[in-house]
């Protein structure tokens, strides 16, 4: 099983960059890599990006790529999410997860960190 603990949230002005670690432990021997989500407010969580463990390979969604970043630390088992020229659509709360080696589904989830952009 694997253990996933979010942190780095906060309230920032539009403009600002904020970096969200997910600090992993446990067993990972079954897991691909690792997703970050966010859920706002009366809105469905979506997937905004995913880091594989072997060999890094990345993933960001569309309306995030320029502004967003997700890269890992394998001595430190903790995955980043830096996040820059933030505005008030990104408020939400952030959670990472880790994808199924076996199915590609995400069964594990952090408690989730808070991000709120207000001027």
């Known amino acids: 099983q694997v253990h996933l603990v979010e942190s780095g949230g906060g309230s920032v002005q539009p403009g600002d960059s904020l970096k969200l670690s997910c600090a992993i432990s446990g067993h990972t021997e079954n897991s691909y890599g690792i997703g970050w989500f966010r859920q706002a407010p009366g809105k469905e969580r979506e997937e905004i990006a995913i880091?594989?463990?072997?060999?890094?390979?990345?993933w960001r969604l569309g309306s995030v790529k320029d502004r967003f970043r997700i890269s890992k630390d394998n001595g430190k088992n903790t995955v980043y999410l830096q996040m820059n020229n933030l505005n008030p659509d990104d408020t939400a709360v952030y959670y990472c997860?880790?994808?199924?080696?076996?199915?590609?589904?995400?069964?594990?989830w952090g408690q989730g960190t808070q991000v709120t952009v207000s001027s």
């Open positions: 997860a880790s994808k199924n080696i076996s199915d590609g589904k995400y069964y594990e």
């Open positions: 880091i594989t463990w072997l060999g890094g390979s990345t």
